[in-house]
């Protein structure tokens, strides 16, 4: 199944949003009018939801799932009740318990390389607002950002800095995810540079997000190619951490 125009639209959207997501937190993520005003598409249906299934989501839903790649449509809420539609977790058969695999979905797709799907002409701020040149972003940012993290997890053998953990996949694939110490987006406005990363298991990933424990750069198992800035972790223990 290829994915139609505006299907890859609303993906390359859906990961720029990626940043600044913390999963399990539906608060973060996005709701369908913020989509349309976001991709300045018109409401052509009663519901805000019907209308963005008819302009991308359908499509991109339905691909993702043929895909075997991660449901990233679960990044789109309804404000009101902070969940995704019903068709959402239909679509992916029953779940034993849904909100924990929404999440998990939410977690793979932050690590995901979504670079070879997203649409290389899209922009996300459309043509008749005004904004300054930082807030301009493109998708060679996309690609960029994911090669850096992909980059610090395979510098660590695909292992948690924190535990040694590797996670065992299909077919002798190995994951782990990136996590950037001073976080990127608003308000603490981190650098995408590798020397804010480290690579971790979902677990610590948790725990970093909720400012549930402090880094402690001697611990962490190192690797070599770069060096992670004090700078950086004295921002996450001074400002993320929640003693």
């Not at 359908?58 to 993702?64: E, G, I, R, V």
């Not at 992916?92 to 799907?117: A, C, H, L, M, T």
């Not at 996300?124 to 992909?150: F, G, H, K, N, Y």
Request: charged share 25%; aromatic share 8%.
């Amino acid at each position: 199944m290829q994915l139609d125009e505006q299907g890859k639209n609303l993906l390359s959207l859906l990961v720029l949003r990626l940043d600044d997501a913390v999963p399990g937190r539906p608060d973060t993520y996005i709701g369908y009018k913020d989509c349309h005003d976001l991709l300045n598409l018109p409401k052509i249906r009663e519901k805000w939801g019907e209308s963005l299934k008819a302009q991308g989501l359908n499509s991109l839903a339905a691909w993702t799932a043929e895909n075997n790649v991660p449901a990233i449509t679960g990044l789109i809420i309804d404000k009101s009740s902070l969940e995704p539609g019903p068709g959402y977790f239909s679509l992916f058969g029953e779940q034993i318990n849904p909100y924990q695999w929404w999440e998990s979905e939410v977690r793979r797709s932050k690590s995901y390389d979504w670079s070879s799907f997203v649409n290389e002409s899209f922009n996300l701020i459309p043509s008749d607002i005004d904004v300054p040149d930082r807030e301009d972003i493109v998708v060679s940012r996309i690609i960029r950002d994911t090669a850096l993290s992909q980059r610090v997890k395979r510098l660590n053998n695909y292992e948690c800095q924190f535990c040694g953990t590797s996670i065992e996949m299909p077919q002798g694939k190995k994951y782990a995810e990136a996590h950037h110490i001073k976080p990127l987006g608003s308000p603490h406005n981190g650098p995408d540079v590798v020397e804010n990363m480290v690579c971790v298991c979902p677990n610590h990933h948790a725990m970093l997000d909720y400012g549930a424990i402090t880094i402690d750069v001697t611990k962490l198992k190192s690797a070599g190619g770069y060096i992670i800035s004090n700078e950086f972790i004295q921002y996450h223990n001074e400002n993320i951490h929640k003693p």
